[in-house]
Antibody, heavy 117, light 109 residues
Framework: QVQLQESGPGLVKPSETLSLTCTVS????????WSWIRKPPGKGLEWIGY???????NYNPSLKSRVTISVDTSKKQFSLKLNSVTAADTAVYYC???????????WGQGTLVTVSS | QSALTQPASVSGSPGQSITISCTGT?????????VSWYQEHPGKAPKFMIY???KRPSGVSNRFSGSKSGNTASLTISGLQAEDEADYYC?????????FGGGTKLTVL
């Protein structure tokens, strides 16, 4: 059974960089597409972007200027960096696998990141 | 504001059927048969329930079904059970990106 687990700081200061890592177990990371998705308080889910098995990336246009997603296949991890954060970036952040390009078949439990001084 | 519009809440009694709607635009739901649905219980990872509008992944109960008409997709749960009480999210491909709904809280009375 594929499992994903997010890790990283739960509190980030405004203007700093949010960094999260997703560790994949129970399956290969060398295939598929690997995404980050977030849920701000009181709002719906927002797709942030993905990295694929060729390390090609695709980002949400609304976040593209601030986002970097990378992968370390030797550690079976992929990571998210979001620059210049503000309170609007406070959210539960999920990592997910895209079993095909068009749906998300495995998710992590999510981790709350709060942006505050 | 979410890109796809879902009712904030729905409710039903055990054994009944409920339907959750998900309204998008001609740029997402209306253009692609690539709607998926996810179930989330508190503190748990979201679970993949429906893909490509009507298809169920292996292991998902046939009490869950999906449909689409125009710019609106729907998730129907028949024979409601207490374990179905959860939040439900729709998602649509929107041409190189994905959009989600705001989520619907299902209460089993």
């Amino acid at each position: 059974q594929v499992q994903l687990q997010e890790s990283g700081p739960g509190l980030v200061k405004p203007s700093e960089t949010l960094s999260l890592t997703c560790t994949v177990s129970g399956g290969s990371i060398s295939s598929y597409y690997w995404s980050w998705i977030r849920k701000p308080p009181g709002k719906g889910l927002e797709w942030i972007g993905y990295i694929d098995y060729n390390e090609s990336t695709n980002y949400n246009p609304s976040l593209k200027s601030r986002v970097t997603i990378s992968v370390d296949t030797s550690k079976k991890q992929f990571s998210l960096k979001l620059n210049s954060v503000t309170a609007a970036d406070t959210a539960v952040y999920y990592c997910a696998r895209q079993g095909s390009l068009y749906f998300f078949d495995y998710w992590g439990q999510g981790t709350l990141v709060t942006v505050s001084s | 504001q979410s890109a796809l519009t879902q009712p904030a809440s729905v409710s039903g009694s055990p054994g009944q059927s409920i339907t959750i709607s998900c309204t998008g635009t001609s740029s997402d739901i209306g253009s692609y048969n690539l709607v998926s649905w996810y179930q989330e219980h508190p503190g748990k990872a979201p679970k993949f329930m429906i893909y490509e509008v009507t298809k169920r992944p292996s292991g998902v109960s046939n009490r869950f079904s999906g449909s689409k008409s125009g710019n609106t997709a729907s998730l129907t749960i028949s024979g409601l059970q207490a374990e179905d009480e959860a939040d439900y999210y729709c998602c649509s491909y929107a041409g190189s990106s994905w959009v989600f709904g705001g989520g619907t809280k299902l209460t089993v009375l």
